[in-house]
């Protein structure tokens, strides 16, 4: 068997999704099989989080280098679906914010202030290095250490062929 022909697609504009999404589709309805490869170019990039899935009180959940992230309904239902042990979480940097009783532990390596925005790097237990982005969050400090919450939606991608899940 041959191996399917390897494509990047790089857009540069906020229509970049969309645009990237349809010749996506176009290449893999003409050539079939198509390997497509590279990261996000923007910036802020998504955080991938990679981690063993588990189950406690009905709740399904991922243990990552940071702690633990419980699996809204859907997204357990489709790793539960496809009996998954471990799995690459996608959370945008807009999608975390600093919690006090967060579960994803971290310290505080850069913070830029964007005027309104403020983007703050964070380095993981592994070195491993998350954004999030928000409001300007008050009494942070490079070497702080924060905790983390997930506050908006979750990606899941198979760890893998890391593909997109859904």
Do not use: Y
């Given at each position: 068997m041959s191996k399917p022909p390897c494509v990047m697609l790089v857009a540069a504009e906020a229509s970049g999704d969309a645009l990237g999404a349809e010749l996506a589709a176009a290449?893999?309805?003409?050539?079939?099989?198509v390997r497509f490869v590279g990261g996000f170019v923007g910036s802020p990039p998504m955080n991938i989080l990679a981690g063993a899935v588990s189950e406690s009180e009905g709740e399904l959940s991922?243990?990552?280098?940071?702690?633990?992230?419980?699996?809204?309904?859907?997204?357990?239902?489709?790793?539960?679906?496809?009996?998954?042990?471990?799995?690459?979480?996608?959370?945008?940097?807009?999608?975390?914010?600093?919690?006090?009783d967060g579960d994803l532990a971290a310290t505080v390596s850069l913070i830029e202030s964007m005027g309104r925005l403020q983007h703050v790097t964070c380095r993981l237990a592994d070195g491993h290095l998350i954004s999030v982005q928000g409001a300007e969050h008050v009494a942070l400090d490079v070497g702080d250490h924060i905790a983390l919450s997930v506050c908006g939606p979750l990606h899941l991608f198979d760890p893998v062929t890391e593909r997109r899940l859904s």
């Open positions: 290449l893999k309805r003409r050539l079939g099989r991922v243990a990552t280098v940071a702690g633990r992230v419980v699996l809204p309904a859907v997204e357990a239902a489709l790793v539960r679906q496809l009996s998954l042990e471990s799995v690459l979480l996608g959370v945008r940097p807009e999608d975390l914010s600093v919690d006090h």
